[in-house]
């Protein structure tokens, strides 16, 4: 897989927000096949200039909400990467806004 395609997004939360200031931790969204060293390999394509020291995954289960009375709504399970980077490395998740 490219590494476009191992990497959905970032998810950009309080929490997330958090770790990356304190904890130098990155969260992302990423393809549910893809495994740790993929999702290793793809940050350091994707940003060239950082060295990922560590990967944790998890898969958030999916969930069901209700629309008004009667309407039923799933969402679909996703995995969710959090990626730890070398001490001196960062990433600049919106460079140019």
Known sequence: MHWR???RRPVVTEK???QADANNQYTFAVDSRA???QIKQAVELAWPNVTVDKVRVSNMP???ARRMRRIAVRKPGWKKAIVTLEPGDS???FEGV
């Open 35 to 37: 495994n740790k060293l």
């Open 16 to 18: 997330s927000n958090y």
């Open 62 to 64: 999916a969930k069901r």
């Open 91 to 93: 990433i600049d998740l």
């Open 5 to 7: 395609e191992i990497i």
